[in-house]
C-alpha cells in the first residue's frame, strides 16, 4: 500500500534534547496531520495543518506544512520519558478522499 | 465527549473463521474509517462509511466488508480468515468525510488469527 516517507525511522535521545523529524510526499498535499501512538493504542491527534506555511503548536511540539506542499515536520522540544512513542505523519492531496500515513519515527527517550 | 470506542480490544480466531469487529465513533461524527495496521504494511486504509454509504475503499480482498448504522456506529467483518489478517484494526472517525476532516482513533482491536 502507499505511504509517505517520513524520517528518521527511529530516534534514541537523551532527556531533555530537542526531537526533529519529516514527513515527504511525492504529491501536494492540502492537509497534514500529526499523530503519536503508544503500545497496543491507537493514534491520537497531536497537530493538524491545513495551509502551506502554517506552524502551529501544542505544547512542547511544533510542526509545519511545509512551503512546498510535499513535507511536513514535527518538532519536540526538551523531550522528557512519556514523548516515547511512534510519531506518525498523514497527509490528503486534492482530489483524493483518504489520507495516507507515514512510515512512523520511533522515539525513544533515556533518562 | 467520550473517544471513539471499538470493540472487543483484544481476539483470537483460527484461520478459515469469520470475526466482526465494532466501532462507535464519537458523539456528532457521522464518518467512520477503517485501517488495517502491521509492523511490515504500517497503516492501511480499509474503507469509510458516511450516512451508512461506503464512500471509499482501500485494496484489500473482499472477505473485508463493513457496514454503517443509523447511528453511525460502524462493524467490519472479515471472512474465511488468514494467517496474514492478524493486526492491529483501528476505527477513525470524523464530522466530514473524505477525508475533508480531522480523524480521530479509537484504542484498535488486536486480532491473532492462529
Redo the contacts between chains.
Keep these: ?1 502507499q ?1 509517505l516517507n517520513q524520517s528518521p525511522q527511529s530516534m534514541f535521545i537523551q532527556e531533555g534534547e530537542d526531537v526533529s523529524m519529516n514527513c515527504t510526499s511525492s504529491s501536494i498535499f492540502n ?1 497534514w ?1 500529526w ?1 503519536k501512538q503508544e503500545p ?6 497531536l497537530i ?1 495543518l491545513y495551509k502551506a506555511g502554517e506552524l502551529t503548536s501544542n505544547g512542547r511540539l511544533t510542526a509545519q506544512f511545509g512551503i512546498t506542499r510535499k513535507d511536513s515536520f514535527l518538532n519536540i522540544s526538551a523531550s522528557i520519558p512519556s514523548d516515547v512513542g511512534i510519531y ?1 505523519c ?1 497527509g ?1 492531496s486534492s482530489g ?9 519515527t520511533r522515539l525513544k527517550v533515556l533518562a | 465527549k467520550a473517544g471513539v470506542t471499538q470493540t472487543p480490544r483484544y481476539l483470537i480466531k483460527t484461520r478459515g473463521q469469520q470475526v466482526t469487529l465494532s466501532c462507535s465513533p464519537i458523539s456528532g461524527h457521522r464518518s467512520v474509517s477503517w485501517y488495517q495496521q502491521t509492523p511490515g504494511q504500517g497503516l492501511q486504509f480499509l474503507f469509510e462509511y458516511f450516512s451508512e454509504t461506503q464512500r471509499n475503499k482501500g485494496n484489500f480482498p473482499g472477505r473485508f466488508s463493513g457496514r454503517q448504522f443509523s447511528n453511525s456506529r460502524s462493524e467490519m467483518n472479515v471472512s474465511t480468515l488468514e494467517l496474514g489478517d492478524s493486526a492491529l484494526y483501528l476505527c477513525a472517525s470524523s464530522l466530514s468525510p473524505g477525508g475533508t476532516d480531522t480523524q480521530y482513533f479509537g484504542p484498535g482491536t488486536r486480532l491473532t488469527v492462529l
Design positions: 500500500g505511504q492537509t496531520l499523530y497496543g493504542e491507537g493514534p491520537v491527534l493538524a506518525f498523514a490528503r483524493t478522499y483518504k489520507y495516507i500515513f507515514g512510515t512512523g
